[in-house]
């Protein structure tokens, strides 16, 4: 009985609405939550490069075809291109890992979801810095950082570390959540 009080005290102590303990996401005790989560991630993150890409060709393509209407005075919005992709993608990181569902389009298509480390939902300074950290990580260490995730058993990459996120599968997360309301 006093052991199941620490672990209800631990579950509300943590202020999750989900009842997740602080030590929630094991990979010993539930390695089901990270089956195939790099394999996912990968797909996912190509999947999220067309949804990122479209718009920013659709919006090259109108800039080249006004500034042919425009007899080449159009072609100075081309400037603009660089940092309005940079702002799309931050936003779209943003607002997706910080939304309901804590996943980007590619990662709600692959049934992959992020949480804190003590397994909140992301928000969105957290979703934009994620995708912030990716980038800048993966520009300054190269490729390379993404091995980190085959030698951990929560599979998390460089960024999500220094962040303290966790990418799940997220079809056994009701399963996983239901045995922690048991306890």
């Keep these: ?5 620490f672990n209800n005290a631990n579950t509300t102590r943590s202020g999750n609405s989900a009842g997740f303990r602080s030590d929630a996401f094991d990979p010993w005790m539930q390695p089901e939550l990270f089956r195939g989560v790099l394999t996912r991630r990968f797909f996912a993150f190509l999947i999220d490069l067309v949804v990122l890409s479209t718009p920013v060709i659709l919006g090259v393509i ?14 100075a919005l081309f400037w603009l291109v660089s940092p309005a992709s940079v702002i799309w993608a931050i936003v779209y990181y943003g607002a997706s890992l910080g939304g309901p569902h804590s996943a980007t389009v590619g990662m709600r298509v692959m049934d992959l979801e992020m949480r804190t480390w003590s397994g909140e939902p992301g928000y969105f300074v957290l979703g934009a810095m994620h995708a912030v950290l990716f980038w800048v990580t993966l520009s300054i260490f190269t490729p390379l950082i993404l091995l980190t995730g085959l030698f951990n058993g929560r599979r998390r990459l460089l960024h999500d570390m220094l962040l303290g996120t966790v990418i799940i599968n997220n079809s056994v997360l009701a399963s996983v959540a239901q045995s922690y309301r048991s306890y």
């Design 1 to 5: 009985m006093a052991d199941e009080d």
């Design 62 to 75: 109108f800039i080249a075809v006004f500034g042919v209407v425009t007899l080449g005075l159009g072609w």
